[in-house]
């Protein structure tokens, strides 16, 4: 009920996709288990009933049962009311980064781990413009490409999860990155001719970062070295280096020198057969004014 009479429809699941636990993720589940305790145990310990504390924070019963039983990750807003309806002196709020985390796939958490601590990442994906250069309605397209089709929830948890990933750009000192992009994933439309030309324009401001290299390789190359799949290395700043690709270890991360020489040697063949950066801008531009 809100303060004018009129009633307030309480919010249920079909109003949050992508707020579901993965049951595969031991340590998701764990520490949404301990918020939800946590907040079960306030809520009792305040003499509220769950559709009285659900009415209070704008939530219907039945998704107060499953945030306090580990079943649903609770948004930070939710938190945030609950912080401040259950006087918890902001014990509650602070479980937000910890809960915030949790919503992206296990995979994508711990590539973000490796990501936040490489001083140099050497990118090459053959069928999509990358991960981290995606703006979220292009990764919306080409998610809804996926078949089988992902379900909505899975849009939605893939899609934050690399928005969270690009905080790697704001990193002060920031990490050199140097990516190979293909010509014909800059000229496929997916999700329309409007995302295309937003994603375009994406690329031309990321590719004025100082720290940042763009490179296109053209479609007409009659040399191609990247052929065996995509390549990722991320060195630390200690000089330990992880790499990555499909035609290396079955796909698993490998870290051991003579891997990581082949992925080196891999990708700097690719960079070498490709546009230079100065040259790769003045292409995408040019796609840009066809689109």
Not at 147 to 157: C, L, N
Request: no cysteine.
């Amino acid at each position: 009920m809100s303060v004018d009479g009129t009633v307030e429809r309480l919010r249920s699941e079909a109003d949050e996709p992508g707020w579901e636990v993965d049951p595969d993720d031991e340590w998701g589940v764990a520490v949404i288990a301990t918020v939800g305790r946590q907040l079960k145990l306030r809520r009792e310990a305040a003499g509220l009933r769950a559709a009285e504390f659900g009415e209070t924070v704008g939530y219907g019963e039945d998704m107060v049962y499953k945030i306090e039983g580990g079943k649903r990750i609770p948004r930070p807003e939710y938190l945030d009311r609950a912080d401040e309806v259950l006087r918890a002196d902001g014990l509650l709020s602070a479980m937000k980064e910890d809960v915030g985390r949790v919503r992206y796939p296990k995979k994508v958490r711990d590539l973000a781990q490796l990501e936040a601590k490489a001083v140099e990442l050497q990118l090459y994906d053959p069928l999509n413009v990358h991960g981290l250069l995606q703006t979220p309605e292009y990764a919306r397209g080409l998610l809804m490409m996926r078949r089988p089709a992902y379900s909505g929830d899975e849009v939605e948890r893939y899609i934050a999860a690399r928005v969270a990933r690009k905080a790697v750009f704001e990193r002060d000192p920031a990490p050199e990155l140097s990516f190979v992009l293909e010509e014909w994933t800059l000229r496929r439309p997916l999700g329309g001719r409007a995302v295309l030309r937003g994603q375009l324009e994406h690329l031309l401001e990321a590719g004025r970062r100082r720290n940042v290299e763009l490179q296109v390789m053209p479609t007409n190359r009659e040399e191609h070295a990247g052929l065996a799949g995509g390549i990722e290395v991320l060195k630390t700043e200690d000089g330990s280096a992880v790499g990555r690709s499909p035609a290396v270890a079955g796909g698993r991360p490998v870290s051991d020198p003579k891997h990581l020489r082949i992925l080196e040697l891999r990708y700097g063949i690719i960079r070498a057969q490709a546009l230079t950066p100065r040259e790769s801008t003045a292409f995408i531009e040019h796609l840009l004014g066809e689109t």
